[in-house]
């Protein structure tokens, strides 16, 4: 059956169910149904007949010019009567068309004209800056359930800022912003992301910010909380966000909000910042290629298909509790995470990590778990390492690996031909002087290629990390330890390859008839003890520094004595006292020496030596420095200054 032979009343029945705009676009595409649509079934109301006509190419009898924008009312009273007089028995929908582009809030438009008939609004704005919705959810709540749409057509270029979203679910349901495709909310209170693309469909760059804290179910406290309902959680996809490129969410915190079940096929960007929500799931991005989660909780994170990314950072940082300001852990998940082409994974937690599981990420070449503890107070931030070792047995590519208070991932066999680079830490801290604790996990993982080692707060005993990393024949060429007891330097013999050791701890064994033939630099710090180097070789040390590393502690003694160092350049005795007699005439290759607080010092003739600082002696040191024209090259000197530590 043809439309054309249906009753009149049952074609307008039919046609009552579409938008105005919907029969404008009937009357352009469909030329066979064009006879249908008549200026008693569609008008056009506008501000600007002679625009409307350019545009829509309607014969005249289907528009009304609505002169509302004069700043007479009588004007305006007179056009709202010719309105009422023009309009009376009409029975179809109608187009508004408002061109007042000057400011959005300064009009005349009575809404309440239009409550009898279907209709639908289009309100041209080039103002980039949109303080309040009040105006339109006024004009929606004065219109009646007659108004279908509300669109917001934006003429002022691709930047559109919005204080707050619309609050009332029939603003919600009728507003839409057109050809926006940069927005910023600044003031967000908890709408569902398939809201806002229903509500800003164009998007290409969203950024939110939100200025409300809400209720903390997991401890029970408010915080600083807002007059804003929870929203609605993200159950349904969101299909009409096909747009948007970049997504950024800043300083939202309600621990009952999801970003779950989302497709959104051109995002490129996604930021997570100073935020607590409750979890991203379901989240499938085929173009994404950066995502970062930066000092924010939640829960879980799972269910991601994401294979373009090139980097996942997550930050997880601790709850307070606002009455005490005391941190407090919580648990979370990470799971079910696919990605062919993701790189770089790094996960830095200061809170309990319960679960890490079905990672897919065969591409993976940096991967990095911290987990913080700070002092005792802290929350205890942990990985379940029971839960989660073997983590990384899939990733056949990883070149760097960092553990940070989780080294018992690597508790299962497995043997890691590809990681160049590993850089492993206990969860030990020092209090009050005294060591809390350290790890000393059973390490039974491999790397048999390695060629950099960093260490810190492990305990190198007779402990399994010690066997199966630190003194197995590798590839090793840098190591750098730092608060690693029951280290010695002997464990190091079958590293042939070793060129630079950077140490660093309370004590240290002496070091004596050591002989490392690879080695060109050596930086070794200690506090509050005596250090002794005696009657060893480094054929090939060319920079070598004694000092008190990085931790401020009173110095202890250094004793540096007989030690073959044929092409050693750079010399550094640095804060401790230095208990024997210094000669350079051992160093023939010498450039740069720094000694502090030494008692007796002979500089002999050179033609290298470029760099003496000397300031942190006494001046009454026994200091043998011969004639200037016996270091021809000397262009630096700082004489003793009389700071010394011997009395």
């Known amino acids: 059956m043809g439309f054309e032979i249906l009753p009149f009343e049952v074609q307008a029945s039919i046609f009552k169910e579409l938008l105005p705009s919907d029969l404008v676009k009937i009357w352009h595409d469909v030329p066979e149904m064009k006879q249908f649509i008549t200026s008693g079934m569609l008008k056009i109301v506008t501000t600007s007949v002679n625009e409307m006509k350019l545009k829509y190419d309607f014969p005249d009898e289907f528009y009304f010019q609505y002169e509302c924008e004069s700043d007479s009312d009588e004007q305006r009273n007179q056009a709202d009567l010719e309105f009422q007089q023009t309009f009376k028995g009409f029975n179809g929908s109608i187009l508004v068309e408002n061109l007042n582009k000057r400011n959005y809030r300064a009009h005349g438009l009575n809404v309440e004209l239009f409550k009898p008939y279907i209709h639908e609004i289009t309100w041209y704005c080039e103002d980039k800056y949109h303080g309040k919705v009040a105006t339109f959810e006024d004009i929606i709540e004065n219109s009646g359930g007659n108004l279908k749409q509300l669109t917001v057509e934006n003429t002022g270029g691709d930047n559109f800022v919005l204080d707050v979203l619309p609050s009332s679910t029939s603003s919600r349901k009728v507003l839409q912003y057109s050809g926006v495709k940069r927005a910023e909310i600044n003031d967000f209170k908890g709408h569902t992301l398939s809201e806002i693309s229903t509500l800003i469909p164009d998007l290409e760059k969203l950024s939110i910010e939100s200025k409300y804290w809400y209720t903390d179910t997991i401890s029970n406290y408010k915080i600083k909380q807002g007059h804003s309902p929870f929203p609605e959680i993200d159950e349904h996809s969101v299909t009409s966000f096909n747009r948007l490129k970049e997504l950024k969410i800043d300083g939202y915190h309600n621990d009952s909000y999801k970003i779950s079940n989302l ?24 173009n994404l290629k950066r995502f970062g989660i930066h000092r924010s909780a939640l829960f879980e994170i799972s269910d991601l298909e994401l294979h373009s990314l090139n980097a996942l950072s997550i930050n997880l940082r601790s ?64 990985l379940d390492c029971e839960e989660n070792s073997g983590l990384f047995n899939d990733c056949d590519n990883i070149e760097y690996l960092r553990l940070s208070g989780c080294t018992g991932i690597l508790k299962h066999h497995k043997e890691y031909q590809s990681v160049k680079t590993l850089y492993i830490s206990g969860a030990g801290y020092y209090e009050n002087d005294e060591r809390i604790r350290f790890d000393d996990f059973i390490v039974r993982s491999t790397f048999p290629n390695l060629e950099n080692l960093e260490m810190y707060n492990l305990v190198l005993d007779e402990h399994e990390i010690t066997k199966q990393i630190l003194t197995q024949p590798s590839q090793l060429n840098k190591l750098e330890l730092m608060n690693c007891t029951g280290f010695k330097i002997d464990q190091l013999s079958h590293h042939e390859n070793l060129k630079s050791l950077l140490i660093e701890n309370r004590s240290f064994e002496p070091f004596q008839n050591i002989n490392m033939p690879s080695l060109t630099e050596l930086e070794i710090g200690f506090t509050e003890s005596d250090f002794v180097m005696e009657d060893c070789t480094f054929k090939n040390i060319q920079s070598l520094s004694i000092s008190l590393g990085y931790n401020y502690s009173e110095p202890g003694t250094t004793t540096f004595m007989n030690n073959i160092l044929p092409k050693l350049e750079t010399l550094t005795l640095g804060d401790h006292k ?3 007699h210094i000669t350079t005439k051992p160093y023939p290759a010498l450039r740069n020496l720094t000694i502090d607080h030494a008692y007796s010092l002979e500089i002999t003739p050179s033609e290298t030596l470029t760099n003496l600082n000397l300031s942190r002696n006494s001046m009454v040191m026994d200091l043998d420095i011969g004639e200037y024209e016996d270091l021809p090259n000397l262009d630096y000197y700082v004489e003793p200054r009389g700071y010394s530590f011997f009395r």
């Not at 497709?263 to 085929?286: E, G, M, W």
């Not at 919580?330 to 309990?352: P, V």
């Not at 679960?355 to 911290?370: C, D, E, F, N, R």
């Open 263 to 286: 497709y959104l096929p051109n995002l490129q960007q996604f930021t997570l910042r100073d935020c607590f929500i409750h979890s991203i799931k379901n989240l499938k991005a085929p």
């Open 319 to 382: 709850k307070q509790e606002p009455t005490t300001g005391n941190p407090y852990a919580y648990q979370f998940i990470l799971q079910d995470i696919k990605s062919n082409s993701l790189k770089e994974f790094s996960l830095n937690s200061s809170t309990t990590i319960s679960k890490i599981s079905g990672l897919y990420t065969p591409a993976l070449k940096s991967a990095t778990i911290v987990c913080f503890t700070g002092l005792s107070s802290s929350p205890g931030a942990y």
């Open 578 to 580: 230095v208990m024997n």
